[in-house]
């Protein structure tokens, strides 16, 4: 069996799988550069081909938590622990986030717009990932071919969501049905590695987490373990909740080698002490802060407003595509009594993760990371070692057609997505895009509001706040604004000329606004300032104003 699929060496001799060729160098280098090349391509022609009147975010995907993202970076860069300056509600500075910390303070050393320092952080981030995998292929899985297929569709691969876009064409709909499909990016690496740095940062550490794992268990050496803790640590200290993960998959892989051997593993037994050690205390201070501030615990509470849950059970062929199908095809139970632990710990993380990803917890969607590491090695096993041969038995002329197609399927969605992300930002509009006067607007609010200030506007351009002023908003994020929709109303009520003065007066009294941030389309300047005699424009500049609230103690 560990022949047949190719996956890591035997016990008796697990130095087996080290062998690293130069053409192998070249092989990864090539892909690393490929991916970097295509993943930059949208952001360069966003940053060149945007009109003079028009300022990009930086951002081509989930406008709204990036800006969260930027305003924790605002606050990390001067101090430890960052506030919920995303919503009006007033609250102390009680979260620390290692990896917006280190990229905050980084950019401001080189005097970096966060936009700027975030698609650094993102080419960082694909060599991290990429790297990081295919130091996993060469400890699990022995043969070339498969090293370098798995590594391919890793990278590239994604899902059959492209299905929902053709519905939506051929039925004349508004949007494509079950968005879900096509844009869940964490069970997809480029989609990660072109729009979300923080996810491909948190699955590096994943990977090198459980890698280092095996590698201590392959060679029966304790320094990686502790390697492995450190990473856990790392996890935590980001995105602590992918701790679950490999603490399940780790946890079954302990428990299958026990039952292969029919003795305890002592020690995965000392490996596993050792990561819980370095991997279990920010895992509990995150789950303090949840638990005890009552700002982070609503945040929490607020997840399910997004509606992001994992898919269904029957949409996760269209969600993972063939490779899912393929790894299916590959998988063999009596994989997780192999004599190799490389084949066991695949097995066991592509089984793990269909309990993992509907367990009844909020973030739910985010155990879909790391999926898509066991799902293409198998993936490439059944390319190689049964789908490939089968063909050249009975189809020798069709093979290759046949499984260029097949492999042509796994890259169709994602070729849509980068194809679609040049469309989208060539319209130069928000959210990705600011009008110039929006920006100025922005800045002004930079320059003259601190923490103690709220500022209240429309969503599309509110969101913006934190991650230029150090002010609070008063509505900028589904989860991060304290009670969200009704939040959403009360700013159509402020902004509306025809709303009651007592009720936009009650409203901006209660939360202690300060400034409100108003476009001609959002609100008529003319109108809004004949029915609310406590606003006092600051600035203007084109169609945005910004007035200063003046109430009565």
Avoid at 99 to 119: D, I, P, T
Avoid at 230 to 240: F, V
Wanted: charged content about 15%; hydrophobic content about 55%.
């Amino acid at each position: 069996m560990i022949e047949k699929l190719g996956m890591g060496a035997t016990q008796a001799n697990p130095r087996t799988t080290t062998t690293f060729w130069p053409s192998e160098r070249l092989f990864v280098l090539l892909v690393i550069v490929f991916a970097l090349a295509i993943t930059s391509a949208p952001f360069a022609f966003a940053y060149f081909s945007a009109p003079p009147d028009r300022y990009f975010t930086g951002v081509m995907y989930n406008i709204p938590d990036h800006n969260q993202y930027f305003g924790w970076m605002r606050d990390l860069v001067h101090m430890p622990l960052a506030a919920n300056r995303l919503t009006a509600e007033p609250n102390e500075p009680a979260l620390f986030h290692l990896l917006w910390l280190v990229v905050g303070r980084v950019g401001a050393m080189f005097g970096l717009e966060y936009g700027v320092a975030f698609g650094w952080l993102r080419i960082v981030a694909v060599i991290l990932l990429l790297s990081s995998m295919w130091l996993f292929l060469r400890i699990s899985v022995a043969d070339m071919r498969q090293r370098w297929l798995a590594f391919v569709l890793f990278a590239f691969a994604g899902g059959m969501g492209i299905i929902w876009v053709f519905v939506k064409y051929l039925r004349d709909l508004p949007d494509a049905p079950f968005p879900f499909d096509i844009y869940t990016s964490e069970p997809n690496s480029f989609f990660m590695m072109l729009a979300f740095p923080h996810f491909s940062v948190a699955l590096a550490l994943i990977i090198s987490k459980i890698g280092f794992t095996l590698y201590a268990q392959q060679r029966q050496q304790l320094r990686y373990a502790v390697l492995a803790g450190l990473c856990g640590t790392l996890i935590g200290l980001q995105h602590a909740y992918d701790l679950l993960t490999t603490y399940v998959v780790l946890g079954l892989f302990g428990l299958l080698i026990w039952w292969r051997d029919r003795r305890f593993p002592l020690f995965l037994g000392k490996t596993a002490l050792i990561i819980a050690a370095f991997s279990v205390p920010p895992a509990a201070y995150l789950g303090y802060l949840v638990f005890t501030d009552p700002t982070w615990g609503q945040k929490l509470e607020q997840f399910d407003n997004a509606g992001a849950w994992t898919p269904g059970l029957l949409h996760l062929p269209i969600l993972l595509g063939v490779p899912l199908l393929l790894a299916l095809l590959a998988f063999r139970p009596r994989m997780l009594q192999s004599r190799s632990d490389a084949e066991i710990l695949v097995g066991v993380w592509f089984l793990a993760h269909f309990p993992l990803v509907y367990l009844p917890v909020k973030f739910q969607i985010h155990l879909l990371l790391g999926w898509q590491v066991p799902m293409m090695i198998l993936a490439a096993a059944a390319v190689l070692h049964h789908i490939w041969p089968w063909l050249q038995a009975r189809r020798p002329r069709l093979a290759l057609p046949l499984v260029t197609a097949l492999l042509g399927l796994c890259f169709v969605t994602n070729i849509y997505i980068l194809a679609w992300r040049f469309v989208d930002l060539g319209r130069y509009q928000q959210p990705f895009f600011l009008s110039q006067n929006e920006a100025a607007a922005l800045g002004w609010l930079r320059t003259n509001t601190t923490n103690e200030d709220v500022v209240l506007g429309t969503l599309e351009i509110n969101q913006h706040v934190p991650a230029w002023a150090d002010s609070r908003a008063f509505l900028a994020h589904w989860a991060g604004t304290l009670d969200y929709f009704n939040k959403v109303e009360m700013t159509a009520t402020v902004l509306s000329p025809s709303a009651p003065l007592d009720q936009r007066t009650a409203i901006l009294q209660r939360f202690g606004v300060t400034y409100l941030i108003v476009r001609e389309q959002d609100s008529p300047r003319a109108a809004l300032e004949a029915a609310s005699p406590m606003l006092g424009p600051v600035f203007s500049q084109g169609d945005v104003t910004i007035y200063h609230v003046t109430l009565p103690q």
